[in-house]
């Protein structure tokens, strides 16, 4: 793990970058920056507290479970990841956004358990705009569809879309994809539904959230670029 210092200089260095990308398009900066922790030690997160981070995003339900127990008062926590249905009772109750609502099945089960435990999800719907075979998420010709059968679900409030965009070698092949995301984030705007509005658009990672920021983004989950390499067990 890096050392404090080390964080909170590339925490510097992604916000300036972040600030850049806003002036170069000339617009107002309300990024909200999500530090990603997932796979790294509880410690971290104690880092981030102690760096005046505030929200952190996460991708294993136990991990999640384990690390809400430690710091659930000091700080929020994002799912981020791909979420199986058997795993929803672990992180119940323990985090503030799910970015990644990808079936309707999915948003079924999180209604069931949110309605047993009077709880209310606020989820991004994830879309695959890239249309990768591999990938989690809604195909963009779908997505009012989905929203129209996600509006029978009390319990699920949907507050903006997400998007990962596929792995490149440069970062520019990401930009088409972003300005997609957003065009369709603006469109869904003109739409109404029971229980989703348009609020947050999750775009932009290490390899490319200064391009996601300059097409539109308002969120960002950065990893690496401050934390350093994670390594898998
Ligand atoms: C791991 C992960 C990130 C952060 O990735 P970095 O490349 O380290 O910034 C962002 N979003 C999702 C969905 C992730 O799984």
Avoid: W
């Amino acid at each position: 793990m890096l050392e404090k210092s080390e964080i909170l200089s590339n925490l510097n260095i992604v916000k300036e970058n972040i600030e850049n990308a806003c002036k170069r398009v000339n617009r107002k900066n309300d990024v909200i920056l999500v530090p990603v922790t997932k796979t790294f030690p509880h410690e971290l997160i104690q880092t981030c507290i102690d760096l005046d981070i505030e929200e952190v995003g996460e991708n294993r339900p136990l991990e999640i479970r384990d690390k809400y127990e430690l710091y659930h008062e000091q700080v929020k926590i994002h799912m981020i990841g791909h979420l199986q249905t058997n795993k929803i009772k672990y992180i119940g109750g323990k985090v503030v956004l799910i970015h990644s609502l990808d079936s309707v099945k999915l948003a079924n089960e999180l209604n069931k358990y949110a309605l047993k435990n009077d709880i209310v999800f606020e989820c991004l719907v994830q879309v695959n705009i890239a249309k990768e075979e591999a990938k989690f998420g809604i195909s963009e010709n779908n997505i009012i569809e989905f929203l129209k059968e996600f509006e029978e679900f009390e319990n699920i409030r949907i507050m903006g879309l997400m998007n990962m965009a596929p792995f490149y070698n440069n970062s520019e092949d990401a930009r088409t994809d972003f300005r997609r995301m957003k065009t369709l984030f603006e469109s869904l705007k003109n739409e109404k539904f029971r229980n989703a509005q348009m609020k947050y658009l999750s775009m932009g990672m290490t390899n490319d959230y200064v391009v996601a920021v300059e097409e539109g983004s308002n969120m960002v989950r950065i990893g690496s670029a401050i934390f350093g390499t994670r390594t898998y067990l």
